[in-house]
């Protein structure tokens, strides 16, 4: 979805006259403030007040409280009865989902008509506010990381360049000076991300293994690896129960994600093997260091960026949508991406070469699982410049 397409959905449901509050997860650097001030210019007489909690100050429920009554003395002093309120960064406030529910619930009760954006780069943080307080009284919009459109559009990538630089758009004018790109990426993005979203604001109890984590699945990105062959690539590993929860935090943070194998069975799909996948393939990039002509040259490693891109756009087009993502393995036989909802199915195999290709992994799938709709990428399939144009939910109708 579009960043314009973001502020005409928030404006709708603003206007409707019930209330909620309209939720904007997403990792950093992906549109949300930008999103947030292309609302507040077009809100109506200005009665509208902006405040963030990523400062260098610590801010607390006090100042939550205090910026909520600053927007209530706006609302009083407005012609139409309705004013809004932007707070960003909201998950690093302790407690902020109580004192939320708290002075919602007054205005409510008061018959106050003030309307509630709230934007976080904590996904995970997040959603453990809105589920453990905020029950009944919120939409969430995700803000997911740019897609081919959006960074062709604004930026002019090509396929190749979006698979290499990926979909952050604070980076995109940089890509002409690799070095300086990809210590934008390390600094600016990752290593802001590790310290102020997941460190800042969790226990981790192992901050080195965290990391060492991250450039583990950058580097087996599309790959399947059980959580005793990551022990063994990773020095203080600690045990599987730590990595697990460490990998949920790193795709709360929208950085990499663990996919699980379908079985048609959510137990047996808990007690899989993760396939490592970034959310965005410029992560990938600035740690391997090579450029994109070397790359290209790769044959074998092209095929692992084409693949990680196909799966970083499958998974960002599909939060929120109710549309499940998986993979598929049985004796040998491989499901690159596997979309599930309902008893809708889709197979996915994603080739980086020219030749068409056999899909046994597929052809396996759909004999297990009759029905299911059966997807060649790249190959002479599909091409894929047009299935990362395309949202997942089309491949399910």
């Known amino acids: 979805m579009f960043q314009r397409e973001h502020v005409e959905v928030l404006k709708r449901r603003l206007r409707e006259p019930r209330r909620f509050l309209q939720i904007l997860p997403g990792p950093r650097q992906t549109g949300k403030t930008t999103i947030a001030r292309q609302l507040l210019a077009v ?65 409510t009760l008061s018959g106050l008509r003030l309307k509630v954006v709230l934007l976080g ?69 990752i ?19 965290l990391r060492r984590l991250f450039e583990l699945a950058c580097t087996y990105s599309g790959r399947i690896l059980s959580y005793q062959k990551m022990l063994g690539q990773l020095d203080d590993a600690g045990n599987t129960t730590t ?20 079985a048609g069975q959510a137990v047996r799909r808990r007690a899989s093997s993760p396939k490592l996948l970034v959310l965005n393939t410029a992560l990938m990039s600035a740690l391997d260091g090579r450029s994109l002509p070397e790359l290209l040259n790769d044959r074998d490693g092209w095929g692992r960026w084409v693949e990680s891109a196909v799966g970083a756009w499958l998974a960002n087009s599909t939060r929120g949508s109710g549309i499940a993502l998986h993979y598929w393995l049985d004796r040998g036989r491989e499901v690159d991406f596997v979309l599930a909802r309902g008893d809708k199915l889709a197979a996915i195999e994603v080739k980086s070469g020219r030749r068409r290709a056999s899909t046994p992994g597929v052809e396996a799938f759909a004999s297990r699982f009759p029905a299911t709709r059966q997807l060649l990428v790249g190959a002479q399939g599909i091409s894929v410049d047009e299935f990362l144009a395309t949202p997942a939910g089309h491949w399910l109708r």
């Open 243 to 262: 990595l697990a929860h460490y990998l949920e935090l790193l795709h709360g943070a929208g950085f990499v994600a663990g996919l699980s194998k379908y």
């Open 191 to 209: 290593e802001t991300s590790v310290s102020k979203d997941i460190l800042l604001l969790q226990r981790v109890d192992k901050p080195v293994l």
């Open 43 to 107: 809100w109506p007489s200005g009665a509208a007040r902006y405040a963030s909690a990523d400062e260098p100050t610590l801010r607390d429920q006090a100042w939550l409280a205090q910026q909520w009554d600053l927007a209530r003395l706006v609302l009083r002093d407005c012609s139409n009865g309705e004013a809004l309120l932007v707070l960003d960064e909201v998950q690093k406030l302790p407690r902020w989902s109580e004192t939320v529910k708290r002075l919602w619930d007054e205005d």
């Open 121 to 189: 780069s904590s996904a995970l943080l997040l959603s453990r506010g809105l589920t453990e307080s905020l029950a009944g009284r919120f939409e969430i919009l995700p803000v997911t990381h740019w897609s081919l459109a959006e960074m062709r559009q604004a930026f002019g990538f090509s396929p190749d360049d979006y698979i290499y630089f990926g979909g952050y758009p604070g980076a995109a004018d940089l890509r002409d000076d690799a070095d300086r790109w990809r210590e934008y990426i390390k600094n600016a993005l």
